[in-house]
């Protein structure tokens, strides 16, 4: 209950923040919605299912340059390179993920932390020849959206916290179905889960797909945002820095977006405190984990309505 | 007619030979026990059936289909079901959404559906909790459908698993020491349990070292000791096989 008192306050905040804003903030509340909607998607797979993939950072990447290759080389608009974006995204976790998904939480996490560097170094090479190397490729095209062109903060801000309310919406659907179930299981207990006959490997690299797909979307409003993007704003810090988000938020989206304010946007407050800012933060980290090891929000019980007559039953 | 066979299975650990060449068969529509002390090898003969070991010899037959070596998530889907020695439940998951990770196998909704939310997605949903309600009915817990399974005292942890491994419709149910924990009272009602669940149909596997229980509910019992079968056949010719006291005298002689 005070919970949703709670989501409805934030979302009635997110909704009318950018009135109060000078575009200097209005792009910061622009750059913590494209991390609210990159860490939903690690979500997915860490939060739910229990994937430790530091490497989220990498599917971002997949799915910003998909996108700014369309659209520069191929001229498609922004927005019809969204899907494509995500799916080069989610097919390239998919491969990837294949043969290492069985390992273990740690060993998973150190392979993940490599996939985010052979990315980054692929990208500064100019492997396809269609990267750009170091300096990455520029003149992306802005969205429009029926014939309004979006360059404003607040237009973006708008988009890019659209998409996330969507999104949240269907994680929400998927949590509260078979699917989020079996992912739950997984997380608690793989090999109950396999004994009860949920097709472990299968759901678990369902999961990292498609919070990769999810990734590579926001990859390609992020290149549409920033018209230039380089290897270098895709790089390991931002995956750790998602990941502890994620683990940090106890696993519900409300908990998400907490942690990423928290994560992203109170870096930007305290920005005037500059050399002390990192350290009021570490402070905050360490007091959570005393405090709080379960999370800021771990997410309440599903409901099911079940028939009133089953009573007592037997005891 | 035989629903499982198992023949020349042989499981070894590193030096340790678990299980050597062991056959047997299950009937349909009976209830067999596999007896042995402790470390004759019978969990792993359970883990080989239910594909978490993959045997160095032998073959697994259901309904005369191979499944040796088969994934465990397919062996359910097959029809055999099983419970752990070990308990496993999902400890932070309620009573009621354990039964349905064990329904989770005969539901259909595909990732798109579960997304949306779909009518058909809706009704399956609805379905699928009524019969998790029937099956948590069936073992006595249905009142305590929203606690969760780790708050669950030991006892009804072993039913929850049960209610579990009911909801995947099996056709053969894997109980390993099913009475494990469990008081006199509880195991009175575990023999009665296990005899509605042989009236659904559902042939039965277990292991027990509860003698008296095994003797009640196991027409047909199948002995181990280290490893190699010492003796198969009816209940109470295999009770009073001299190789099988031997085996047992000394272990636990206070059950028999
Ligand atoms: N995963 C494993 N790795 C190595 N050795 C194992 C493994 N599983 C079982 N063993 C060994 O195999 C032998 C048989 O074990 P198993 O668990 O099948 O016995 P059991 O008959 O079920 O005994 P209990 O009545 O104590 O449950 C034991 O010596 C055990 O230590
Ligand atoms: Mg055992």
Known sequence: ??????????????????????????????????????????????????????????????????????????????????????????????????????????????????????????????????????????????????????????????????????????????????????????????????????????????????????????????????????????????????????????????????????????????????????????????????????????????????????GDGKK | MTLLTVKDLTKIFGGLIAVNDVSFDVAKDSVVGLIGPNGAGKTTVFNCITGNYRPEQGVIEFKGADITGMAPNRIVKMGVARTFQSIRLFPRMSALENVLAGRHCRLKSGFLACMLHTPAQRREEKAAIERCMDELEFVGLSHLYADMGGALAYGQQRLLEIARALASDPELLILDEPAGGMNDQETAGLVELISRIRERGVTILLIEHDMRLVMKVCQKLIALEHGALIAQGDAETVRNNPDVITAYLGVDDEKW
Not at chain 1, 28 to 46: H, K, P, R, Y
Not at chain 1, 272 to 295: C, K, N, T, V
Request: proline share 4%.
């Open chain 1, 1 to 310: 209950m005070k919970r949703r008192v709670f989501s409805i306050v934030l979302a009635g905040v997110i909704c009318v923040l950018p009135l109060f804003c000078n575009p200097y903030w209005t792009d910061v509340c622009v750059s913590v919605g494209l991390f609210a909607l990159l860490s939903l998607s690690l979500n997915v797979m860490l939060g739910q299912a229990g994937i430790f993939n530091m490497g989220h950072a990498a599917f971002f990447a997949v799915g910003a340059y998909a996108a700014a290759i369309l659209n520069t080389v191929c001229q498609w608009p922004i927005f019809l390179t969204m899907i494509p974006a995500g799916i080069a995204a989610g097919v390239f976790a998919l491969a990837v993920a294949r043969p290492i998904i069985h390992l273990r939480g740690d060993y998973l996490l150190v392979v993940t932390i490599g996939i985010v560097e052979i990315v980054r170094i692929a990208l500064i090479n100019d492997v396809f020849g269609l990267t750009g190397g170091a300096n990455g490729i520029f003149n992306i095209s802005r969205p429009s959206l029926f014939g309004v062109k979006i360059y404003k903060g607040w237009q973006f801000y708008y988009l890019v916290w659209g998409v996330t309310a969507v999104s949240m919406l269907l994680f929400y659907g998927l949590w509260r179905s078979r699917f989020g179930r079996a992912l739950n299981c997984i997380k608690e207990d793989d090999i109950a889960a396999e004994g009860c006959g949920i097709n472990v490997v299968g759901y678990k690299l369902a999961a990292f797909s498609l919070g990769a797909f999810w990734a590579g979307m926001a990859g390609a409003i992020y290149a549409s945002k920033m018209v230039t993007i380089a290897p270098e704003s895709f790089n390991f810090s931002e995956s750790v820095l998602l990941f502890a988000a994620v683990i940090l938020s106890g696993g519900s989206q409300l908990g998400v977006l907490c942690s990423v304010f928290l994560f992203f946007g109170l870096p930007e407050v305290l920005r005037e405190f500059s050399d002390a800012r990192m350290l009021i933060f570490g402070l905050a980290m360490m007091a959570m984990m005393i405090w709080r090891p379960q999370g800021l929000l771990p997410p309440l019980p599903r409901r099911y309505r079940v028939a009133a007559a089953a």
